[in-house]
């Protein structure tokens, strides 16, 4: 039984590294993020999609057989006939289905409703971009943000949130303008409702879509952030922590400027960075 | 209209702080997580269930109305109608059911293979933590564990990450035998599926329950986290971070001792504290 998956956990990236004065383009390496769809079935029965989970490629049966462990599907590895990718698909998904045999028959219904819920995509990541790229067309040309201007969002955030957070273990969402300006900030422990809450805010307040603002985020920029900022066309996005490959390529479709690893005057600039302007 | 949720976004609990030489039982902060559900619906229709999420409490109608926004639900403020909290419900649940209706008829068919599931929990926190006590019993007592060696294991879980994380954007979930060795550790972009592959691993080698050994997280203890590890059978669960409100209510239930802010020679123990053993 092969445990390592055929697609990588780490996705070669471009990058713009903004270093004090210094500017490099340069080759980086991101985390990868793919859909994978976990099916299941007992002798007899077709496989039935269990779940769809934004997963980091590798150890793909462990992640199958221990969602329908901790989900109460399977009790032992007795009760495990096969685990095995799915290759009929699109090659856009090949190995990102993955379906586990029972030797007992397997009954889903009630699971649906022990699910919770995250909006993010499809199966496929490629059909799913495609999908959205109809209801979500690219975000407009917005401004263009002094680099100045991105230095002082971290520290900003951080005081805003500290204001909120007792606790220090909240997620934070925040909308700046194209001066630096804190327009609004939402905190949650789920970092896609901290972004929810503050596009619901905007959607109650009249301001969508937010075409000429930045979106800064306390944690690491997933696809499902991505996705969400889009469709309030946000065009700028930073965050303190790192982007997924995913993400990437969701953000260079919609036309968003993805800033990562954004602290004091360093920053890198995972796509469209001519929405950043060096001599600000 | 409200924006403010009647439910605490803070729950005050007790805590036995760690530090260096000394304990001390104090009173302490934790984020509070529940379940909220959002209902949708159009005029003339029934409210139909679009999606349960953990959430904390707070701009639960912004979380609403944005999570149909950035689903393709509404388009504009213009299209809503009302929000309001479903108070029909248990005592337990209330607040936690939001539902929005919308000027036009609402078609949810076709949203469901939208999102990307997390094994996590049903609408009411109270009721499914009572379905999951079913087919969960309480772990076995387990170890008790020296103190000097929960002061080893971030150390050792960082150690051991950088062996396989090259990008810095990765969650780990590792095992750790009561002496403080290193079993087995598994990454991902969501900490959820770091926990189902260690889970999945050790069902593939025969090893569960994992009845005599510790649970280290690089990041916060969720409600769906103690449930997968109650799932595995584990006594102990460690994190750099902290535990949500959910989480620890879980682990009282499921007898899990729940270690946070773990950093060298401090740590914050949430419950069953006899586990430790402070002398050694």
């Known amino acids: ?6 697609r990588r956990a780490v996705a070669a990236v471009q990058v713009r590294a903004l270093d004090g004065d210094r500017v490099l383009d340069r080759p980086d390496k991101v985390v990868s993020e793919e859909p ?3 099916r299941v079935h007992g002798p007899g029965q077709e496989p039935q999609a269990l779940a769809v989970t934004m997963r980091t490629p590798g150890h793909d049966f462990e992640l199958a057989v221990g969602f329908c462990r901790t ?6 590895v007795d009760e495990l006939d096969s685990v095995a990718y799915c290759l009929s698909g699109q090659a856009e998904q090949e190995f990102n289905v993955v379906t586990v045999t029972a030797r007992h028959s397997v009954d889903l219904a009630g699971h649906e409703r022990n699910f919770s819920v995250n909006a993010s995509c499809g ?23 002094a680099r100045s201007v991105f230095a002082q969002l971290p520290a900003r955030l951080r005081a805003a949130q500290s204001v909120f957070d007792v606790t220090g273990g909240l997620h934070a969402a925040a909308r700046f303008d194209e001066h630096g300006g804190l327009v609004a900030l939402r905190e949650d422990i789920g970092r896609h409702n901290a972004l929810d809450k503050l596009i619901g805010h905007a959607l109650l307040e009249h301001e969508l879509p937010l075409a ?9 920029v ?9 469709m309030a066309g946000i065009p700028i996005l930073c965050a303190v922590s790192a982007p997924s490959s995913l993400a990437i390529r969701a953000a260079e479709r919609f036309g968003q400027t993805v800033v990562g690893f954004l602290r004091d005057d360093r920053a890198n600039v995972y796509t469209r960075s001519e929405r950043i302007d060096l001599a600000r």
Do not use: N, W, Y
Not at 222 to 228: G, L, P, R, T
């Open 71 to 76: 989900e109460g599907i399977l009790g032992s």
């Open 36 to 38: 994978m769809e976990i």
């Open 212 to 220: 000429s603002e930045i979106l800064m985020l306390s944690g690491r």
């Open 123 to 145: 199966v496929c990541g490629k059909r799913t971009l495609d999908q959205l790229e109809q209801h979500c067309p690219a975000v407009a040309d917005g401004p263009i943000v």
């Open 1 to 6: 039984m092969t445990l390592r998956s055929p």
């Open 222 to 230: 997933s696809f499902e952030m991505v996705q969400k900022a889009a």
